[in-house]
């Protein structure tokens, strides 16, 4: 007998697929649309690592059931291929990125076309080509357009040891999440997008998107609402001051006289016991601020804020600080309290600045104590009052907490008193309720080589020029030399010839904007791109568009949970408050997919640990490999690789493969049997659209040893409906086994097997009987069968109704389970 050769089943089905066009979509023609979406990869040189197939295969068997189930899928593929992952690969190499990309991508494909990936690579796109990148600056001039995108010189995160800017993003505890490098501070002129703008929207439509619980939730967090006031803090006159203000505050120089220093509070109940202020060091007010005695302490105080990089700032190390020599007065108790700078107070986060309430705020409760400033309690809990001192610490649960030392707010609650003092200091306009959100405009400018320049001219006439829609792209240029260096300039800024252009107004000679935009943006929009990827005309048809998108599904890694979702999000709001566009938010269902482990490790290139699928589908076939994966463990957990584990999948693949040759069209099915196949039916077809894949493989092992206990002969009718099933984990070995089973044309387009509730039913359940909690017996029951039939049943069993004497006091009934009877 014949047995299981995936290598011969797999080579003869890829060809197959590519004479039929199998996997080819009819984009314009196709019925029921569904856009199934996976994370393109950076098409590294090493090929595909098995952290990317099990990525993909979970989404690829979503594609492959949906198109089952009976729709049109779109399930596109594509190369995130500008970027810093891939320069640095080949700076790294000594391979130019032009002609190692390609390369890459080659051997990608081939590799994905291996794994029986269901992609029509004519919908391919490749961010780092001419007729993608051409787009990205398209999207990027809509957003100047739109008043989106500005340019301001910014403190920004440097990285020393990549040389470029990163995005906040990019930022993992202070360090760059590239290279581990700690990140630094650099004041460049750079490219912003306005997404903050956008936040609220962000946040509120997360209410109605089908996304992971864990997705939504880190977007929420990223976004960071805080409801609370901005307050005025006014700088007096001399003429304001009243005999009440301390003499010595009197005496001091006032610069700055009438200027309100406006803090952001998320507790503004606690403003009587606010006794002084604080300021960023790189806020712009300091310079006035600031008195001829305290110049140098806060010169010197500012310079070393700046020379600090970002972990060492946010870290809760010991409080520094330095006094301005000014004074604002505090708008509730009138009183003049001193403005000091410390590097604990961000300039990127409120307003930055804040008032200090030592009694209720640890950080400021530690400044103080350390400059030897006043603490003021003005929140008292249970078992306190006005004057019990704040010792220890500051006194932050105050949610129970009464008002106190606060003049006619006290005994107020701390959510009543925040809503009155803000109305009382709103009178006075010295204050008013803001929302804050965490969330930064996106920095999109990179001095790297490897990106879609940024699409604008520097005329000295006509100032900063958009490059006309239809002059792009503006093409990278090859530079044989694209090392980024320390100057904090583009290597483009090198090719003199290139950045040296006619305005596009008025024809002078300008200049090129030499920096380049972030990857984030080219895959901010690429899901746009994919059924128009043959298109030269428009960035994205417009009627194509309105069948396909928004994507129904759309699976990939966590790690992108906040940064290209959010970015993909906002690029689509703009695009349809643009009009170009009748949806904004791109990705309707979004699941994030768990990682392969391997020896307790996440699998990296970095630790060495990865694991090359070419040799594994060399000796098991890719159905294995793709089965096995899936079998790892729960798909949004990820699981264990071990390289043990693979030869009970391929044992599974070998049994139905044996069922399916050794199979018989005598006779009818077996009832027993065909019962088990309407419950795998249900099983799988309940399982595989929540990506539950484990279980559903167990589901169907387990059949295929019902079909083929005790070497019985199976019935056709047993096993073709299993290869229907398995058709979306082992698509190979599925059409083999369709086309044996005298089936022409794909199994992905036979449908899912019919299901009969009837027939997948128990024909009957067995139930424990006790009485007074011993188990005396079982009975054979319908699997709906109430109390009373079990009852019956129990009584006409003589081995039980002996133990039972008279009416039962109590009955225990578990439905399916159990009867207990209290005698
Ligand atoms: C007075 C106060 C009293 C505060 C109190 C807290 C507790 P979230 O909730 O994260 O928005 N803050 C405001 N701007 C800041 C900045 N640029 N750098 C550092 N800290 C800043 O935090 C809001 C609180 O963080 C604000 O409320 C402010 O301190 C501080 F018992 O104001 B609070
Ligand atoms: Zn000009």
Request: net charge negative; aromatic share 10%; charged share 25%.
């Given at each position: 007998k014949d047995a299981y050769d995936p290598t011969s089943v797999e080579q003869k089905w890829q060809q197959r697929w590519q004479e039929r066009g199998t996997h080819a979509v009819d984009l314009a023609g196709g019925a029921r649309p569904f856009y199934q979406l996976m994370m393109f990869p950076y098409p590294s040189a090493e090929g595909l690592h098995v952290g990317n197939l099990f990525a993909f295969t979970g989404?690829?068997?979503?594609?492959?059931?949906?198109?089952?189930?009976?729709?049109?899928?779109?399930?596109?593929?594509?190369?995130?291929?500008?970027?810093?992952?891939?320069?640095?690969?080949?700076?790294?190499?000594?391979?130019?990125?032009?002609?190692?990309?390609?390369?890459?991508?080659?051997?990608?494909?081939?590799?994905?076309?291996?794994a029986a990936l269901m992609v029509d690579w004519r919908y391919a796109v490749d961010t780092s080509q001419p007729d993608y990148y051409r787009w990205t600056q398209w999207v990027f001039l809509q957003l100047l357009e739109r008043g989106?995108?500005?340019?301001?010189?910014?403190?920004?995160?440097?990285?020393?040891?990549d040389k470029t800017v990163l995005a906040n993003e990019q930022v993992e505890n202070g360090l760059c999440e590239r290279c581990g490098t700690p990140v630094e501070q650099r004041f460049l002129e750079q490219w912003f997008f306005r997404i903050s703008e956008y936040a609220e929207r962000l946040l509120q439509n997360l209410d109605w998107l089908d996304w992971s619980d864990t997705t939504k939730t880190a977007q929420r967090n990223w976004i960071g609402r805080s409801q609370g006031a901005q307050i005025d803090f006014l700088v007096p006159s001399s003429g304001d001051l009243s005999p009440e203000d301390d003499a010595a505050v009197a005496g001091d120089p006032i610069v700055m006289a009438g200027t309100p220093?406006?803090?952001?509070?998320?507790?503004v109940d606690t403003i009587f016991g606010a006794t002084y202020l604080v300021l960023a060091p790189e806020h712009p007010l300091v310079d006035a601020l600031t008195t001829p005695a305290q110049q140098r302490d806060v010169d010197a105080y500012r310079a070393a804020t700046a020379r600090q990089d970002v972990v060492t700032r946010k870290v809760d190390k010991e409080k520094t600080g330095v006094f301005t020599g000014s004074y604002a007065r505090n708008p509730a108790t009138g009183e003049l309290i001193p403005v000091w700078i410390a590097d604990y107070v961000l300039?990127?986060?409120?307003?930055?600045?804040?008032?200090?309430?030592?009694?209720?705020?640890?950080?400021?409760?530690?400044?103080?104590?350390?400059?030897?400033?006043?603490?003021?309690?003005?929140?008292?809990?249970?078992?306190?009052?006005?004057?019990t001192p704040v010792e220890g610490g500051a006194h932050t649960h105050d949610a129970g907490g009464r008002i106190v030392?606060?003049?006619?707010?006290?005994?107020?609650?701390?959510?009543?008193?925040?809503?009155?003092?803000?109305?009382?200091?709103?009178?006075?306009?010295?204050?008013?309720?803001?929302?804050?959100?965490?969330?930064?405009d996106w920095c999109i400018s990179r001095q790297r080589y490897w990106g879609p320049p940024i699409p604008v001219v520097y005329?000295?006439?006509?100032?900063?020029?958009?490059?006309?829609?239809?002059?792009?792209?503006?093409?990278?240029?090859?530079?044989?030399?694209?090392?980024?260096?320390?100057?904090?300039?583009?290597?483009?800024?090198?090719?003199?010839?290139?950045?040296?252009t006619p305005c596009p107004r008025c024809g002078a000679q300008s200049r090129r904007e030499t920096d380049v935009s972030d990857t984030f943006l080219d895959s901010a929009w690429y899901f746009l791109r994919y059924p128009s990827a043959d298109r030269d005309d428009v960035p994205f048809d417009p009627a194509l568009t309105k069948k396909w998108l928004p994507v129904n599904s759309y699976i990939g890694g966590n790690e992108h949970a906040v940064l290209h979702?959010?970015?993909?999000?906002?690029?689509?709001?703009?695009?349809?408050?643009?009009?170009?566009?009748?949806?904004?938010?791109?990705?309707?269902?979004?699941?994030?997919?768990?990682?392969?482990?391997?020896?307790?490790?996440?699998?990296?290139?970095?630790?060495?640990?990865?694991?090359?699928?070419?040799?594994?589908?060399?000796?098991?076939?890719?159905?294995?490999?793709?089965?096995?994966?899936?079998?790892?463990?729960?798909?949004?957990?990820?699981?264990?690789?071990?390289?043990?584990?693979?030869?009970?999948?391929r044992r599974f693949l070998d049994r139905l493969y044996a069922s399916a040759r050794d199979m018989t069209t005598d006779g009818a099915p077996d009832a027993a049997v065909l019962r088990k196949l309407h419950q795998t039916i249900r099983k799988v077809g309940d399982d595989v659209p929540r990506l539950s894949y484990n279980t559903a493989i167990a589901a169907m092992m387990e059949y295929v040893n019902v079909l083929r206990k005790g070497e019985r002969t199976p019935h056709r009718d047993e096993v073709m409906p299993l290869v229907q099933l398995v058709a979306s984990f082992a698509p190979h070995l599925a059409e083999e086994l369709w086309e044996r089973g005298g089936n022409t044309g794909s199994v992905l387009d036979a449908g899912w097997p019919a299901f009969d509730a009837a027939l997948?039913?128990?024909?009957?359940?067995?139930?424990?009987?006790?009485?007074?909690?011993?188990?005396?017996?079982?009975?054979?029951?319908?699997?709906?069968?109430?109390?009373?039939?079990?009852?019956?049943?129990?009584?006409?069993?003589?081995?039980?109704?002996?133990?039972v004497t008279g009416e039962p006091r109590k009955i225990i009934f578990v439905p399916g389970r159990l009867l207990n009877l209290v005698v």
């Open positions: 989404t690829d068997i979503q594609g492959r059931f949906h198109r089952q189930m009976g729709h049109t899928v779109f399930q596109p593929l594509g190369f995130d291929a500008f970027g810093i992952h891939s320069e640095n690969y080949a700076l790294k190499m000594g391979v130019h990125p032009m002609t190692m990309t390609p390369r890459n991508v080659g051997n990608f494909r081939r590799q994905l076309d291996r989106l995108a500005y340019k301001k010189k910014a403190a920004v995160n440097w990285c020393p040891t220093i406006t803090v952001f509070t998320t507790r300039m990127e986060y409120g307003t930055g600045a804040i008032m200090a309430v030592p009694a209720h705020d640890e950080r400021d409760f530690e400044f103080a104590t350390k400059f030897a400033l006043p603490i003021v309690r003005v929140v008292a809990a249970e078992g306190e009052d006005a004057d030392n606060s003049a006619q707010f006290d005994g107020m609650s701390v959510p009543q008193a925040k809503e009155a003092i803000v109305a009382w200091l709103a009178e006075g306009e010295q204050a008013r309720a803001v929302t804050n959100y965490r969330l930064h005329c000295d006439a006509c100032g900063t020029v958009p490059v006309p829609v239809d002059k792009l792209p503006v093409e990278l240029p090859f530079l044989e030399d694209f090392k980024p260096d320390d100057s904090g300039i583009s290597p483009l800024a090198r090719d003199a010839s290139w950045y040296h979702l959010l970015y993909s999000r906002f690029i689509t709001m703009v695009l349809k408050d643009m009009g170009h566009i009748d949806f904004e938010e791109p990705f309707t269902k979004f699941r994030a997919h768990g990682l392969i482990i391997r020896e307790g490790a996440k699998m990296s290139k970095s630790k060495g640990n990865v694991i090359n699928p070419d040799e594994y589908i060399d000796q098991w076939g890719a159905d294995s490999f793709r089965t096995y994966l899936m079998f790892l463990g729960p798909y949004e957990e990820g699981g264990d690789f071990r390289d043990a584990g693979i030869s009970g999948v997948a039913a128990e024909e009957s359940i067995t139930l424990a009987v006790q009485v007074n909690g011993k188990t005396r017996g079982t009975v054979q029951l319908a699997p709906q069968a109430t109390q009373q039939d079990a009852l019956a049943a129990a009584m006409a069993e003589p081995s039980i109704a002996k133990f």
